[in-house]
């Protein structure tokens, strides 16, 4: 069997590490996936448009925000970065318009898959419905991590779990999307950078 490219080897070797995939179950989806290079700034998925494609981050960091009706403002709800997942979920289990926008926060580089192929490889192998079960589990995971961080940490816990989810974001992005992330003012980011670094 040829070897897969070396992006693909990447994707391969991450979802044998999530799921267990074999190669010859891997390889059914070697025509399936595309590969894109987004620009800063650029749309995985907008507002109210139909999630269709599950991404595989192969290079940059991607946001998840909505625009609060009262104030205009940005608001930060997921990060995605390097060798992590990039998907609207809810749209694109349901393929029902989504409520946020995803955008390219760098130049990024992904690599992603149809719904229908996705559900193609679902049929045709165990394994694969295995991928798809974890990585549903994985983005409830996530979301219930975030709700409840807000709930049940305080803002310098948060701080230090989006340095575990996303050790290299700080030097990718603009201080001000952590802080909109983190449901604090600038002022109060820079108090708990400095507090953490004189440990």
């Given amino acids: 069997m040829s070897q897969a490219p070396a992006p693909m080897q990447i994707l391969q070797h991450a979802l044998q590490s999530i799921a267990g995939i074999d ?34 981050i192969l290079d940059g960091v991607f946001r998840t925000y909505y625009i609060d009706e009262k104030t205009g403002e ?3 709800v997921f990060f ?10 809810q749209s694109f289990i349901h393929q029902a318009p989504c409520n946020y926008y995803t955008q390219s926060m760098t130049d990024s580089q992904v690599l ?8 193609e490889l679902y049929k045709r192998s165990h394994q694969w419905e295995k991928v798809g ?3 549903a589990e994985m983005a409830f995971s996530i979301a219930m991590q975030r709700t409840e961080s807000f709930l049940f940490m305080k ?3 948060r701080y230090q779990q989006l340095i ?9 992005i603009p201080l ?8 604090i003012q600038g002022p109060s980011l820079s108090r708990i950078r400095k507090r953490i670094s004189g440990k």
């Fill in 133 to 135: 079960r974890l990585i």
């Fill in 176 to 183: 001000y999307h952590i802080s909109s992330y983190l449901g």
């Fill in 112 to 119: 992603y898959i149809h719904v229908n192929h996705l559900q």
């Fill in 74 to 76: 940005d608001k930060n």
């Fill in 23 to 56: 190669e010859d179950h891997f390889a059914l989806s070697y025509d399936m996936w595309q590969h894109k290079s987004f620009s800063k700034n650029e749309y995985y998925n907008e507002y109210r448009n139909v999630c269709k494609h599950l991404g595989f």
């Fill in 164 to 172: 575990t989810d996303h050790p290299d974001i700080f030097n990718s």
């Fill in 80 to 89: 995605f970065s390097q060798h992590q997942v990039v998907v609207s979920f």
């Fill in 155 to 157: 803002p310098e816990e």
